[in-house]
């Protein structure tokens, strides 16, 4: 069974790699606390692994709710992390702060 993760922040770099949204902000970093409290943070190519790999579940509260995070694809075709039920637009992780 997934280890389940809250994501609480997120690094962001501009315009290179594939977007997160409907900016050009590309999420390159997420961050957050085990459910023992141990922080982390850990790369997007990282958290696509363990998600795909089963290894992992990551979720975060929006608007005093659990929502999970699961692998996209964007419109070419890179995986990137993405709420559920997100469409395209916008990405919910991208109103999270930045991290430390």
Known sequence: ?????????????????PTDGATS???????GTDID??????????AIREIEAGERSFYMTRLGDAVWVVVATDADGNKVLRTDPDDDEPNHLLTLPDCP
């Not at 902000?25 to 961050?31: C, L, N, Q, S």
């Not at 409290?37 to 990282?46: E, F, L, N, Q």
């Open 1 to 17: 069974m997934a280890k389940s993760a809250q994501i609480r922040c997120i690094g962001t770099s501009a315009g290179d790699g």
């Open 25 to 31: 902000r590309t999420i390159t970093h997420v961050g």
């Open 37 to 46: 409290g141990t922080r982390w943070v850990k790369t997007r190519a990282k």
